[in-house]
């Protein structure tokens, strides 16, 4: 049974930075972030593949950093530059299964609870 537990949300004004935290149990193959704002659809925000590479939104490139320390079995969203358009429930991912690439199939996909960024302009 996996387990992710995000932390680090908050509110800023445009221009600010935050870091969001997920803390993992249990087996996750790749791991990532995706949020979602009122009405809207989830988006991929930045993950992890298979292979270690590392994908961004277009909207976030340059601005955000994702990374892990597999010791702690912790993923983190550094977050920079940030707009208001940034403002939305951010998600902690973990994909379970064992061959391919990652997030392809959303019945392999487990979610944490969600942190609520907010960007004030």
């Known amino acids: 049974q996996v387990q992710l537990v995000e932390s680090g949300g908050g509110s800023v004004q445009a221009g600010g930075s935050l870091t969001l935290s997920c803390a993992a149990s249990g087996y996750t193959r790749c791991m990532g972030w995706f949020r979602q704002d009122l009405g809207k659809e989830y988006e991929g925000v930045a993950t992890?593949?298979?292979?270690?590479?590392?994908g961004y939104a277009d909207s976030v490139r340059g601005r955000f950093t994702i990374s892990q320390d597999n010791a702690k079995n912790t993923l983190y969203l550094q977050m920079m530059s940030l707009k208001p358009e940034d403002t939305a429930m951010y998600y902690c991912?973990?994909?379970?299964?064992?061959?391919?690439?990652?997030?392809?199939?959303?019945?392999?996909?487990?979610w944490g609870q969600g942190t609520q960024v907010t960007v004030s302009s």
């Open positions: 991912a973990a994909d379970v299964g064992s061959d391919g690439h990652c997030w392809e199939s959303a019945s392999l996909f487990r």
């Open positions: 992890f593949d298979s292979d270690g590479s590392i």
